[in-house]
């Protein structure tokens, strides 16, 4: 009987103010209500202009994400190799994800979204430099090397006064 109300009297004491423990807050990692927004838009955007026309190639007319993606044109094939092909087909797929994640108040959202962001970034840029290097011959970096000289030479004597 003893140990019963012991036990009920130490559930019912509160330690002192002074005494408690103080949980970090968690606000600025909550997911607000205009990031919330922005983030399934761009999300719903990006998963959106994956089927819309990206490129615009002479013979082929213009192109898809989809249609980069499922081309059997030769040509096309050879220009885009398959690790591309993976790479275009995760675009719609993070976009999804970012939106889900938004639409559900998830904090992880906010991962997400940079993660998402920084991938096309970064597989936009590397597709663009493969493509602009594979398209490329001897003449035409004869010439950005001459004009980087023409630039470049200038610029340090006259920096130098």
Same mark, same amino acid.
């Given at each position: 009987?003893?140990?019963?109300?012991?036990?009920?009297?130490?559930?019912?004491?509160?330690?002192?103010?002074?005494?408690?423990?103080?949980?970090?807050?968690?606000?600025?990692?909550?997911?607000?209500?205009?990031?919330?927004?922005? @983030?399934?838009?761009?999300?719903?955007?990006?998963?959106?202009?994956?089927?819309?026309?990206?490129?615009?190639?002479?013979?082929?007319?213009?192109?898809?994400?989809?249609?980069?993606?499922?081309?059997?044109?030769?040509?096309?094939?050879?220009?885009?190799?398959?690790? #591309?092909?993976?790479?275009?087909?995760?675009?719609?797929?993070?976009?999804?994800?970012?939106?889900?994640?938004?639409?559900?108040?998830?904090?992880?959202? #906010?991962?997400?979204?940079?993660?998402?962001?920084? @991938?096309?970034?970064?597989?936009?840029?590397?597709?663009?430099?493969?493509?602009?290097?594979?398209?490329?011959?001897?003449?035409?970096?004869?010439?950005?090397?001459?004009?980087?000289?023409?630039?470049?030479?200038?610029?340090?004597?006259?920096?130098?006064?």
């Amino acid at each position: 009987m003893f140990g019963f109300m012991a036990e009920s009297a130490v559930q019912t004491t509160k330690a002192p103010p002074d005494l408690q423990v103080k949980r970090p807050s968690r606000r600025g990692m909550t997911l607000g209500a205009l990031p919330r927004a922005l @983030y399934v838009l761009a999300g719903a955007l990006i998963a959106v202009a994956f089927f819309m026309p990206w490129l615009r190639v002479g013979d082929i007319g213009r192109l898809s994400g989809f249609e980069i993606m499922t081309a059997d044109n030769i040509v096309l094939r050879q220009a885009v190799n398959r690790t #591309h092909r993976m790479f275009v087909g995760a675009v719609p797929l993070l976009g999804v994800l970012m939106a889900l994640f938004a639409f559900k108040g998830w904090r992880v959202a #906010h991962f997400t979204a940079l993660a998402t962001g920084l @991938y096309i970034f970064v597989f936009g840029i590397s597709i663009f430099a493969a493509l602009f290097f594979s398209a490329t011959s001897l003449g035409l970096w004869l010439i950005i090397g001459a004009a980087l000289c023409s630039t470049a030479v200038p610029a340090l004597l006259l920096s130098r006064r």
